[in-house]
């Protein structure tokens, strides 16, 4: 069974720091790109920040300068390490990533199912 389960997500203050974890198990034979989006509240769920698999980076203008993504290949891992956190960044954080599986000749985009950030003022 594929899953891709977050961690580490809780109550901050306004201008501290979160790092976000999101590890990708099961019959995976290659994962692709690595994603982080969020949806607040009454919003559409927006990406956050992207990696591919030899690193490159991009990042929403919001958060830009603030979060950094990485990705740890031999663990099917991705990170997202906040800081300056502001109460907009308050909602709720899912990564997702293109994976093959198995002897599947296609990668799909798979998800998990969120973490819970709140950012107090």
């Known amino acids: 069974q594929v899953q891709l389960v977050e961690s580490g997500g809780g109550l901050v203050q306004a201008g501290g720091s979160l790092g976000l974890s999101c590890a990708a198990s099961?019959?995976?034979?290659?994962?692709?790109?690595m994603y982080w989006y969020r949806q607040a509240p009454g919003k559409q769920r927006e990406l956050v920040a992207s990696?591919?698999?030899?690193?490159?980076?991009d990042y929403a203008d919001s958060v830009k300068g603030r979060f950094t993504i990485s990705r740890d290949n031999a663990k099917n891992t991705v990170y997202l390490q906040m800081s300056s956190l502001i109460p907009e960044d308050t909602a709720v954080y899912y990564c997702?990533?293109?994976?093959?599986?198995?002897?599947?000749?296609?990668?799909?985009?798979?998800w998990g199912q969120g973490t819970q950030l709140t950012v107090s003022s």
């Open positions: 990696i591919t698999r030899g690193g490159n980076t």
């Open positions: 997702s990533a293109d994976l093959l599986i198995g002897d599947n000749n296609y990668p799909l985009r798979y």
């Open positions: 099961g019959t995976i034979f290659r994962a692709n790109a």
